[in-house]
């Protein structure tokens, strides 16, 4: 199979349409700018939804799974086999995602791409099943190359189905046990930066633990110093969750659909998708700064304003999740405040 796919162009946003939200936001009965970053989602929704009555009604939120070989060299707080209980989880709806998700009435697509612990068929899960985990990337790059094309695939699928549902929203969102350790590994690589300052407690890792995680990095960053383009990278430290996250958020461009980011190892994969495809970007907001040590440097690689601040580190898509409700209202004030002219209210 090919990759070619990764760089072909993604839709366009309508800039005639932002400059109209722009205008109409201060025709609306307050002082302008007011409504901060409220005012700035509903002018980037209505630009990338082609309408100039943006709305976030029906969101689709895909939940990708699957283990790390690099769990091996204990740099987790929690055991493997997690990764296939979450599975489980959140097909029968007990985590926090599947509460955010039916409180939104947001489609739950929950994708195990491989875990160790396998939970097998569950309604409510789709098997794209690659192989049980990566490769410890400490010893071997983390995919094969087929490996790492299926993938990409699956995030896409996922991507496309959601557009093809008539979803107005696109989230990402991952479950993988030591997968803080692969995005860290990913984020320092495309940004060539030491990982201490990606690296941090993932689950809850003490001081001890971090240091020991910043010493596993070092070497695997060593052992793939020959990876030197973004997907490379990818390939050799990523994680089949978050390579899947890679082609959802670059598909999901292609196709003309608005991604709202979550945090840690999905913003690791945003930037890497940014990377691939720099076509990308306007595509991308950002729910909420994760309380994950490296997360605020991706942001700000990514030049990132995210919506919210609330020391959230559980992943899930959960922060992402967390902020819809304030794109909806976004988007209700936006489109339902009275004007000046219509209020009756003087503007000098
Ligand atoms: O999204 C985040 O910012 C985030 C920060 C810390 C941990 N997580 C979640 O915790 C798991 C990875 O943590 P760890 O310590 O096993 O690498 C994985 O399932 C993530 O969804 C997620
Ligand atoms: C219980 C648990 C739930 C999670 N959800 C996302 N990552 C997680 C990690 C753990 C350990």
């Keep these: 199979m090919s990759l070619d796919w990764l760089s072909a ?14 205008a109409h936001q201060l025709q609306l009965t307050k002082p302008p700018g007011s409504l901060g970053m409220l005012e700035a989602l509903a002018i980037q929704l209505a630009s990338l939804q082609h309408t100039p009555r943006p709305a976030v009604e029906r969101v689709w939120i895909s939940v990708f799974a699957g283990d790390h070989g690099v769990a091996d060299e204990g740099v987790s707080a ?44 569950i309604p409510g899960v789709r098997r794209a099943i690659i192989a049980p985990s990566t ?43 030591a997968n803080t350790t692969s995005a860290a590994a990913v984020a320092s690589a495309l940004l060539d930066e030491p990982p201490s300052v990606l690296a941090g407690a993932g689950t809850g890792l003490n001081a001890e633990g971090i240091r020991h995680k910043v010493s596993v990095l070092e070497r695997a960053l060593a052992q793939h110093a020959g990876a030197t383009t973004a997907l490379e990278q990818l390939r050799c430290l990523g994680g089949f969750e978050i390579a899947a996250l890679v082609g ?40 909420h700064r994760s309380k994950e040590h490296g997360h605020a440097r991706l ?32 988007c209700a004030l936006h489109n339902g405040m009275a004007t000046f002219e219509q209020a009756g209210v003087s503007t000098s």
């Design 9 to 22: 162009p993604c839709a366009q946003p309508d800039t005639a349409l932002a400059e109209a939200a722009r």
């Design 78 to 121: 929690f055991p493997q086999v997690v990764t296939g209980e979450m599975v489980r989880n959140f097909a029968t709806g007990g985590a926090a995602i599947s509460v955010l998700a039916r409180s939104l009435a947001a489609t739950l697509d929950v994708v195990n791409l491989g875990t160790v612990n396998d939970p097998g068929e």
């Design 135 to 177: 490769a410890n990337f400490c010893l071997a790059p983390a995919m094969t190359v087929a490996q790492f094309d299926a993938a990409l695939s699956v995030g896409a699928e996922s991507a496309r189905s959601a557009k093809a549902a008539g979803a107005q929203l696109f989230i990402g969102g991952e479950m993988g046990i």
């Design 248 to 287: 959802a958020y670059i598909a999901a461009a292609q196709t003309g659909l608005p991604v709202l980011v979550d945090g840690f190892i999905t913003t690791t994969a945003a930037l890497a998708a940014v990377m691939i495809n720099p076509d990308v970007r306007p595509w991308l907001l950002f729910a």
């Design 299 to 330: 942001l700000q690689a990514l030049n990132a304003e995210p919506v919210l601040d609330l020391g959230l580190r559980l992943g899930e898509a959960s922060g992402a999740a967390t902020a819809v409700p304030l794109l909806r209202l976004a």
